[in-house]
């Protein structure tokens, strides 16, 4: 690890040593070394040697921003179901990896300081819970949870392949994955509890996310408008990186490890 990077790591543990309100907005690249792939920027650049063969032919054939549309699912459900039923078994595989653990220590440690983290995912995978985090607010809902075109209530499939494309719902409809489109309301309590976080918090930490899918990114600006200072952690530069005050330039599951036991030392 270089010298300025420590410094930042350690730049970084004292200001999250005197937050009593951190508010976190995490996004794909989190999950990155669970082996799920990210939408945009370079993921495999970043993998270790064994992550990097696990490229998708799915995911190199298909653009998954044009297939995250109701207007992609209208034109062609079976398509777009099968391709997110692929990625629903492959988040059900997946195991979280020590970014998502050190999240959910640092949660574990704000509390017992009488503190507190909210964290806000747009990750649809689960993950950060099954690592043991608490009241995880998903902005944009959850691949394990699908739900009736018809009648909007949700189900969890069994975690085995539909047996047709698209599958269908016992309600009437199709069953759609329970997340948000591009065109699409967030779901309203989610974004009620970001908005809280983002206006309240005293630290903002953004973590594997290119921070340009609104209106997400948009709480990183809320935070800084209010002065608190804003920790990036991430490889590459972001849509967020000017309004950074600490950039940590790395892999989360790198990162965060280092940056939680800093904080708990200090
Ligand atoms: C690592 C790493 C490692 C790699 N460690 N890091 C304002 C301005 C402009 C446009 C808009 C605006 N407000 C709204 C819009 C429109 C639109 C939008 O934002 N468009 C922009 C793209 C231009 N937003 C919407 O449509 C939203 N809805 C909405 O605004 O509704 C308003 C409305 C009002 C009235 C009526 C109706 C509607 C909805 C957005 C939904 C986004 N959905 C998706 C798909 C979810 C389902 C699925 O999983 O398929 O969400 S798109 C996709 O992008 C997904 C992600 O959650 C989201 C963000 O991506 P993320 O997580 O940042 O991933 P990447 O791939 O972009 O970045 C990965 C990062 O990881 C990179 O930086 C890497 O460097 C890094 N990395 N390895 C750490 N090891």
Known sequence: MSDSLDKSIMQAAAVLRLAKSVCMLTGAGVSAESGLRTFRGSTADHLPEHLKKDMS????????????TPEAFAENP????????????????????????????LQDQLAKRGGSLTLLT????????????????????SITRWRCTK?????????KPFAKFPPQSEFGGLLRPDVVWFGEQLPQEAIIAASDASQTCDVFMTIGT???VFPAAGFIHVAKRRGVPVIEVNPD??????????????RSADILPRLVEAMIAL
């Open 78 to 105: 079976e398509l777009v179901s099968c391709w997110y039923d692929w990625r629903r078994l492959g988040c059900l595989a997946a195991e979280p990896n020590d970014g998502h653990i050190a999240i959910a220590k």
């Open 210 to 212: 290119s921070a340009v």
């Open 57 to 68: 032919a799915l995911w190199k054939e298909f653009d998954p921003t044009t297939l995250a």
């Open 151 to 159: 009648t909007q209530r949700t189900v969890v499939p069994e975690p």
């Open 122 to 141: 747009q990750n649809v995978d689960g993950l950060h819970q099954r690592a043991g985090a608490k009241d995880v607010v998903e902005l944009h809902g």
């Open 237 to 250: 530069d972001t849509g967020a990186t000017k309004v950074v005050d600490i950039a940590l330039r790395g």
